[in-house]
């Protein structure tokens, strides 16, 4: 097999060399390296690579100034080096892949060239991995505006990108190298290449570019695709039947992923056990957020001095009033909040970071006009469904069953884009980066 070096990350990102039979030289030197570095932390000739005859990589520092690491730690004499390694010169880092070849594959061999790349053990995937350990729907690669993302789609982790496990719709760069479990795949910029080479999944070039606008038309059609209206009218059922409603909740955690990664379809019910778990989750998520302004309206309405008033405008001319009015404000900016913190827990698995408040309102203010409309549009659609109800009851109530079902998908498809197109861009006000 034939190998090439990448830089991943560094000022010199994106430059990568086929290691062939011959010693490549790392460094300064245009001279005499064959992989050129514009990094002044880096020596003139700083290291070098070769291949044994067995076909193993080796890298040497050249008594470099700054050293040269190896997964972080300094070498001082010549390491084996691997696929699943990290190489750091100055700020440069680097890994082997398989060299982009352009494999002759037989018409009815080649593999589709589609929008998206879904991964997983289920047959319906674009790149499926018979392995019992990897979800159905393990992982997605999408392309938006002509950047491409990763996307982790399993609750169980085990998708990492050059090394790092993603939590959130991640971009992908070209030269990137992709592991599923024990499964790696390289992705040369539009296809993904097995570790013989081999070309398994493919990209199409062009996609619309997005204008950062809420899908509404999308998410709003999404139940009514295909075998999606099955899902949704599923759903409506399971979410009414009590400790059962914990499959919906984990189920929402599922289209929140499928918003973050912009495919806007409603995955399919599997994996039960893991979709109770996942909704206990949220719903632990959600009593953690609910509880102190809840446990603050309780001790107002049981400790608060009495107002000697039978209107609510009158309760404002005692401290009661007040007290009542702040538990209000309250519990409307934890609703305000709660949609982000869920979407955050579908991101990453962690219900420690989704409970910083701080963090999701920062989250929020990137784009806080396109988020108070979604919250407005929902909020809208959540009192029309209230008032049908209240003027048909019997009607109203099975409509009432499938709608909120139905609302739920939408908002979660739109309230995980939004947070897929924010999660991961650097805040205006910290600098950092909140997915």
Same mark, same amino acid.
């Given at each position: 097999m034939v190998?090439?070096?990448?830089?991943? %990350?560094?000022?010199?990102?994106?430059? *990568?060399?086929?290691?062939? $039979?011959?010693?490549v030289l790392i460094g300064r030197d245009s001279t005499r390296c064959q992989m050129v570095l514009s990094d002044d932390e880096a020596s003139r000739q700083h290291a070098r690579l070769t291949t044994d005859a067995s076909g193993n990589i080796w890298v040497e520092d050249l008594g470099s100034s700054n050293g040269t690491l190896l997964n972080g730690?300094?070498?001082? %004499?010549v390491k084996q080096i691997r696929m699943e390694d990290r190489l750091q010169i100055g700020e440069n880092i680097m890994a082997l892949g398989p060299a982009v070849q352009s494999p002759v594959v037989s018409a009815a061999a080649a593999p589709k060239v589609t929008g998206s790349i879904s991964i997983g053990r289920n047959p319906s995937n674009d790149l499926i991995i018979n392995d019992p350990k990897v979800s159905r729907e393990h992982a997605r690669i999408d392309v938006h505006s002509g950047t491409y993302y990763l996307t982790n789609l399993s609750s169980? $982790?085990?998708?990492?990108? *050059?090394g790092q496990e993603i939590t959130a719709p991640t971009i992908l760069p070209s030269a990137s190298?992709?592991?599923?479990?024990?499964?790696s795949y390289f992705f040369d910029g539009s296809r993904l290449l097995n570790q013989q080479g081999e070309q398994v999944a493919a990209l199409s070039p062009a996609m619309p570019v997005e204008d950062g606008k809420v899908s509404y038309s999308k998410a709003f059609s999404a139940p009514f695709s295909g075998s999606a209206l099955f899902r949704w009218?599923? $759903?409506?059922i399971l979410a009414v039947i009590p400790i059962i409603g914990f499959l919906a909740n984990g189920y929402r955690c599922k289209l929140l992923k499928s918003g973050q990664s912009r495919s806007f379809q409603l995955p399919a019910w599997s994996e039960w056990k893991e979709l109770f778990v996942t909704g206990t989750k949220f719903f632990l998520l959600r009593v953690i957020y609910y509880a102190l302004p809840l446990i603050y309206f309780l001790l107002v309405l049981f400790f608060a001095p009495p107002a000697p008033t039978e209107t609510w405008l009158g309760l404002l001319g005692y401290l009661r009033g007040w007290l009542l009015l702040f538990g209000l404000i309250a519990l409307f900016i934890t609703w305000c909040i709660v949609p982000m913190a869920l979407a955050n827990f579908a991101a990453t698995g962690s219900i420690e970071s989704s409970v910083r408040a701080r963090s999701m309102v920062q989250l929020i203010r990137k784009n806080q006009n396109q988020y108070i409309s979604l919250l407005l549009t929902f909020a809208g659609l959540w009192l029309t469904m209230g008032l049908i109800i209240a003027l048909f009851p019997y009607v109203g109530i099975v409509l009432g069953i499938f709608s909120a079902f139905y609302l739920y998908s939408v908002s979660s498809l739109l309230f995980g884009e939004f947070y897929g197109r924010n999660g991961n861009q650097p805040d205006n006000h910290t600098g950092r980066c909140l997915g």
């Amino acid at each position: 097999m034939v190998y090439q070096i990448i830089i991943l %990350e560094g000022p010199d990102k994106g430059k *990568n060399i086929p290691i062939t $039979g011959n010693a490549v030289l790392i460094g300064r030197d245009s001279t005499r390296c064959q992989m050129v570095l514009s990094d002044d932390e880096a020596s003139r000739q700083h290291a070098r690579l070769t291949t044994d005859a067995s076909g193993n990589i080796w890298v040497e520092d050249l008594g470099s100034s700054n050293g040269t690491l190896l997964n972080g730690q300094s070498i001082k %004499e010549v390491k084996q080096i691997r696929m699943e390694d990290r190489l750091q010169i100055g700020e440069n880092i680097m890994a082997l892949g398989p060299a982009v070849q352009s494999p002759v594959v037989s018409a009815a061999a080649a593999p589709k060239v589609t929008g998206s790349i879904s991964i997983g053990r289920n047959p319906s995937n674009d790149l499926i991995i018979n392995d019992p350990k990897v979800s159905r729907e393990h992982a997605r690669i999408d392309v938006h505006s002509g950047t491409y993302y990763l996307t982790n789609l399993s609750s169980g $982790g085990g998708t990492f990108l *050059n090394g790092q496990e993603i939590t959130a719709p991640t971009i992908l760069p070209s030269a990137s190298y992709i592991q599923i479990l024990d499964h790696s795949y390289f992705f040369d910029g539009s296809r993904l290449l097995n570790q013989q080479g081999e070309q398994v999944a493919a990209l199409s070039p062009a996609m619309p570019v997005e204008d950062g606008k809420v899908s509404y038309s999308k998410a709003f059609s999404a139940p009514f695709s295909g075998s999606a209206l099955f899902r949704w009218l599923l $759903g409506s059922i399971l979410a009414v039947i009590p400790i059962i409603g914990f499959l919906a909740n984990g189920y929402r955690c599922k289209l929140l992923k499928s918003g973050q990664s912009r495919s806007f379809q409603l995955p399919a019910w599997s994996e039960w056990k893991e979709l109770f778990v996942t909704g206990t989750k949220f719903f632990l998520l959600r009593v953690i957020y609910y509880a102190l302004p809840l446990i603050y309206f309780l001790l107002v309405l049981f400790f608060a001095p009495p107002a000697p008033t039978e209107t609510w405008l009158g309760l404002l001319g005692y401290l009661r009033g007040w007290l009542l009015l702040f538990g209000l404000i309250a519990l409307f900016i934890t609703w305000c909040i709660v949609p982000m913190a869920l979407a955050n827990f579908a991101a990453t698995g962690s219900i420690e970071s989704s409970v910083r408040a701080r963090s999701m309102v920062q989250l929020i203010r990137k784009n806080q006009n396109q988020y108070i409309s979604l919250l407005l549009t929902f909020a809208g659609l959540w009192l029309t469904m209230g008032l049908i109800i209240a003027l048909f009851p019997y009607v109203g109530i099975v409509l009432g069953i499938f709608s909120a079902f139905y609302l739920y998908s939408v908002s979660s498809l739109l309230f995980g884009e939004f947070y897929g197109r924010n999660g991961n861009q650097p805040d205006n006000h910290t600098g950092r980066c909140l997915g």
